[in-house]
């Protein structure tokens, strides 16, 4: 698959998360268990242009729980965000900076 065509399913998924998390706020509350789509965009900005080995998911999951717990680096300042990009935006910055730390394994070839 293209690096375009995940950037543009990466998008919509982003686009649907926000819209989503939004709309259910007023029924579960905020930033709810029951949304998992801001985990899924999270993952896959974490693997994105990221070649696909056992190893580089497995340890994409590892950093992007890491950074989504801990939420270090003003990762808990965008929960304060407005309706449904609060959700959505502390899990894309965990895989930002997930995709990061991986694209410098990669660069560097550790595996």
């Keep these: 698959m293209s690096d375009a065509v995940q950037v543009l399913i990466v998008g919509i998924l982003l686009a649907l998360g926000i819209w989503s998390a939004g709309e259910m706020e007023g029924q579960w509350g905020k930033d709810s268990y029951r949304v998992v789509m801001d985990e899924v965009v999270g993952m896959c900005c974490t693997l994105l242009f990221i070649p696909l080995k056992w190893q580089y998911v497995v340890t994409g999951l590892v950093f992007f729980r890491f950074f989504d717990i801990v939420k ?36 560097t070839k550790l595996w």
């Design 72 to 107: 270090p680096l003003y990762i808990r300042r965008t929960e304060d965000w407005k309706k449904g990009w609060g959700v959505m935006m502390d899990d894309v910055l965990a895989g930002i900076y997930s995709n990061l730390l991986l694209q410098l394994i990669v660069i």
